[in-house]
């Protein structure tokens, strides 16, 4: 990769260090703390500012499935959004064949709220999709044990 790929990839999406306003996305790479290796991201976008709400949104490898890395990395985004950012609510739109990410959802402490039927036309067929909610009110209730960032 040339040194213009990497600038235009950090110039892009990439590049934004604050939500300033409504729209804005946070995207952030999720590295393993013994190898430095990225095996993920994770975004956090403010969707609405009269309603402070936010949504975050998680991608990560298989091949680091199964250890916990992703519900850490999504702990701390949430952590990001209620507790630095003071959002009211954070959401997570889930494709509902993804039974990974929508168990993830759940172990954060987010609880399903919609199943939206063949909502999302996505690789040539519709799908459905499920949307999962946390309040600010129920996030202290959900902190991860042992989280440092929650002391």
Request: hydrophobic share 45%; with cysteine; net charge negative.
């Amino acid at each position: 990769m040339s040194a213009s790929t990497v600038l235009a990839r950090i110039e892009g999406s990439w590049s934004l260090r604050a939500l300033e306003q409504e729209g804005d996305a946070l995207i952030l790479g999720a590295e393993r703390a013994d190898s430095g290796e990225v095996i993920g991201d994770l975004m956090l976008r403010w969707l609405s500012a009269e309603h402070s709400a936010g949504e975050i949104g998680y991608v990560f490898s298989p091949a680091h499935g199964g250890r916990g890395f992703a519900a850490e990395a999504a702990h701390a985004v949430l952590h990001l959004a209620f507790d630095d950012l003071g959002l009211h609510r954070v959401m997570a739109r889930v494709d509902a064949r993804n039974t990974a990410s929508a168990r993830l959802a759940t172990r954060v402490g987010m609880r399903q709220e919609a199943h939206l039927v063949e909502n999302e036309w996505f690789k040539g067929e519709w799908t459905d999709e499920l949307d999962f909610g946390l309040l600010a009110s129920e996030w202290p209730s959900r902190r991860l044990p042992g989280c440092p960032a929650c002391a």
